[in-house]
């Protein structure tokens, strides 16, 4: 007969570096998760944002507006930090690297705009227009973080509350 042995808090298991993949893998399975920019202090400006993972490219793609804060802290200091929740609150994924911004979307199917279209999850063709149009009013930007160093962690195994 087996014993249950009940954990305490702070009895559990500790946490664990997970490997490239299982970060590319939380990468890839979630649509949100919150950008980190530095502010003229020094200090973390976060937010939580929609994004796209682009595996290939090695990119997460965050859609933003022309003049909002985080713009305007990336272009001081380009240096930004994205951080994406796993299944579990108790794992997650790190990318770090340097932003670049595209141009700000001006003319409907430009290149802004196209880029903007699987960030919103856009599919359909006959949806492309009226998207393209609002994503100009809006006056809307790409962030772009290249993976410079990508980590992550998790907690394995059941927690005490």
């Known amino acids: 007969m087996t014993e249950k042995t009940e954990l305490r808090p702070g009895q559990g298991p500790g946490p664990r570096a997970i490997t ?3 970060a590319l893998g939380i990468l890839g399975g979630q649509r949100f998760g ?3 920019t530095l502010k ?25 507006v ?7 802290h990336l272009l001081k200091d380009p240096r930004a930090t994205f951080h994406v929740q796993g299944e ?11 932003a670049e911004l595209s141009e700000v979307a001006a003319e409907p199917g430009d290149a802004t705009t196209r880029e903007l279209l699987p960030i919103f999850g856009i599919t359909d063709p006959a949806d492309e227009q009226e998207f393209f149009e609002r994503m100009v009013r809006d006056r809307r ?13 998790a ?4 927690v005490a509350p």
Request: charged content about 25%.
């Open 20 to 22: 490239e993949e299982e």
């Open 34 to 36: 919150v950008l980190a």
């Open 40 to 64: 003229g202090s020094g200090q973390p400006h976060l937010a939580s944002m929609v994004f796209a993972w682009d595996p290939v490219e090695r990119i997460v793609r965050v859609p933003s």
């Open 66 to 72: 022309d003049g909002r804060i985080k713009v305007k």
């Open 88 to 98: 579990t609150p108790l794992a997650y994924a790190v990318v770090e690297g340097a």
């Open 141 to 153: 930007v790409v962030i772009r973080i290249r993976v410079a160093r990508i980590y992550g962690v």
């Open 155 to 158: 907690l394995d195994g059941a």
